[in-house]
């Protein structure tokens, strides 16, 4: 099985930046989709940004359109999220994901990683 390694979490205050790595253990196919979600205590796992392999191909999710910048590095197979401007409700797990049938759907994702703690102080 693909496994999937996150880190770059932490804690920081408000408005405070973060970059998320994540590196899978093989090499991902074009087609395939690397994404992040994160979930809160008592809320379920929510989608925020995803980029297909091949052609970089992104997603957002209205929640971090335009504080978060989701990329990859061919070179390092990693795949990044770029956050800024963070927020005390951005506290939450978040997990790296991958889709090797190329879709951003929560349901759809093959593989997960264990998850990387964020949490943002007032």
């Known amino acids: 099985q693909v496994q999937l390694v996150e880190s770059g979490g932490g804690s920081v205050s408000a408005g405070g930046s973060l970059r998320l790595s994540c590196v899978p253990s093989e090499r991902s196919y074009s087609s395939t989709v690397l994404a992040w979600f994160r979930q809160a205590p008592g809320k379920e796992r929510e989608f925020l940004a995803g980029i297909r392999w091949g052609y970089g191909t992104t997603v957002y999710a209205d929640s971090v359109r335009g504080r978060c910048t989701i990329s990859r590095d061919r070179g390092e197979k990693t795949v990044y999220l770029q956050m800024d401007g963070l927020k005390p409700e951005d506290t939450a797990v978040y997990y790296c994901?991958?889709?090797?049938?190329?879709?951003?759907?929560?349901?759809?994702?093959?593989?997960w990683g264990r998850g990387t703690l964020v949490t943002v102080s007032s």
């Open positions: 994901a991958a889709d090797r049938s190329g879709g951003f759907d929560r349901s759809g994702m093959d593989y």
